[in-house]
């Protein structure tokens, strides 16, 4: 009874524009007022420990160090290196797009930040091919998901932090998924382009490959450095994000010349509104991870879904429906930190490795930034062009369904993550 009426109370305040960080905390207090199953005390202790983490100084360092890579002329370096690669095939520009999204993910963590790194390139280059602009937009806006789904990944940071496990395990475990992604993605994009005859005029040109890559060598070697450097022992997933910001400013302002020292403090004044809000979304939903372990809520929601059967395929089946129609309405943060330490205690029950849970939620939370209404790449993706969310969203279907069968061929087969790790 009780957490019933704080869910609706929760989404009641969401609905009436009320900061989801304040949302989730005027509920918790009344689910606590109702259910007094802990102390003030011991709540006000939970919000401070929650963001109080060494793990999650990596956030904010990798939200810095995307920003400034797209700054400083990444963007266009990873373009030219990735059309460089695809020559005069069927649907040419959309490929180029997609793997484009594949290089910048590996330097931002953010789907967001990709959609409008690539987009702002991708999308007229598309539409003065002959791309319907709806099509050209729904495509960035699914492949922009990438950006979380290639290491590093601000969810994986995110998921490890919440649930104790190692990012860096997370982040080497995600290479193969996004393969999977990209390539599906991929065969959409040129059945599409072969019904509709686009193809690229550009002939393959192995000189004109290796003169992209390496003029965009210093951006393609930072993902190299970072995780062979968790990987090889050498500094945290913290640190390396510490040394992906630094080693960004660097390339920026003495490498490319094209971040500017005026730039750089703008960045880090823009950053620091959107870190302090993740941290403020972070602490109240930490706080109701820990009530709902004192409700024993993994208990019901384990002893439903066991109710409905104990089959692996078929729970994993129903976590994706719930993370689906939560990906819908709770952004990436307060899903992952409240349901991440729920649905991990259900799913072991089955025998799925924690690690391989991450890339779970990871890539489900990668579909819900294109599905309305909370849907961030789309809304980047409307604001960059001026097309309605709707007509966006209608143009995404394929690529919506493309990312959905993509989930259930990592889901369902685990060496995709694992292997990597010697535990597939």
Request: glycine share 10%; hydrophobic share 55%.
């Amino acid at each position: 009874m009780a957490t019933g009426i704080m869910f609706l109370v929760m989404f009641g305040l969401m609905f009436l524009g009320v900061p989801i960080a304040v949302a989730i905390f005027l509920a918790l207090v009344v689910l606590i007022g109702m259910n007094p199953v802990t102390t003030a005390n011991f709540l006000a202790q939970t919000l401070y420990s929650g963001v109080a983490n060494f793990t999650m100084l990596a956030l904010p360092f990798f939200m810095v160090a995307g920003t400034i890579m797209e700054t400083g002329g990444l963007s266009k370096r990873l373009v030219n290196a990735a059309k460089s690669m695809i020559g005069g095939i069927t649907g040419s520009l959309g490929m180029v797009t997609i793997i484009a999204c594949m290089f910048f993910g590996a330097v931002s963590g953010s789907a967001p930040a990709t959609v409008a790194a690539i987009g702002a390139i991708m999308i007229p280059m598309m539409v003065q091919d002959g791309y319907n602009k709806y099509y050209a937009t729904g495509l960035t806006c699914c492949a922009g998901g990438l950006g979380v789904i290639v290491p590093p990944s601000y969810p994986m940071v995110l998921y490890g932090v919440t649930v104790n496990q190692s990012v860096g395990d997370l982040f080497m475990a995600g290479l193969g998924p996004a393969l999977v992604v990209g390539g599906i993605l991929m065969v959409i994009n040129y059945v599409y382009c072969k019904k509709h005859g686009l193809k690229g005029d550009n002939k393959f040109n192995l000189k004109a490959m290796g003169k992209s890559f390496w003029d965009a060598k210093w951006a393609l070697v930072m993902p190299v450095i970072i995780l062979g450097g968790i990987y090889g022992g050498y500094f945290t997933a913290t640190e390396a994000a510490v040394v992906a910001a630094v080693y960004g400013i660097i390339v920026g302002l003495f490498v490319y010349k094209e971040l500017k020292f005026v730039k750089l403090w703008e960045i880090f004044r823009d950053n620091t509104a959107f870190i302090a809000g993740t941290m403020f979304v972070m602490a109240p939903a930490k706080a109701t991870g820990q009530v709902f372990a004192y409700l024993n809520i993994t208990k019901i929601i384990s002893d439903f879904l066991f109710s409905i059967s104990t089959n692996y395929y078929v729970i994993l089946f129903l976590i994706f429906i719930i993370l689906f129609i939560v990906g819908m309405f709770v952004q990436t943060t307060p899903a992952i930190v409240i349901l991440a330490p729920t649905l991990l205690a259900v799913v072991q029950q089955v025998g799925v490795d924690p690690i391989h849970f991450g890339i779970i939620m990871t890539l489900a939370l990668a579909i819900a930034f294109v599905t309305p209404p909370v849907a961030l790449n789309l809304f980047v993706g409307s604001s960059m062009t001026g097309i309605s969310i709707d007509k966006i969203t209608k143009a995404a279907i394929p690529f919506l369904i493309g990312l959905i069968v993509a989930f259930f061929v990592v889901a369902f087969c685990p060496p995709i993550s694992l292997a990597i790790l010697g535990r597939g």
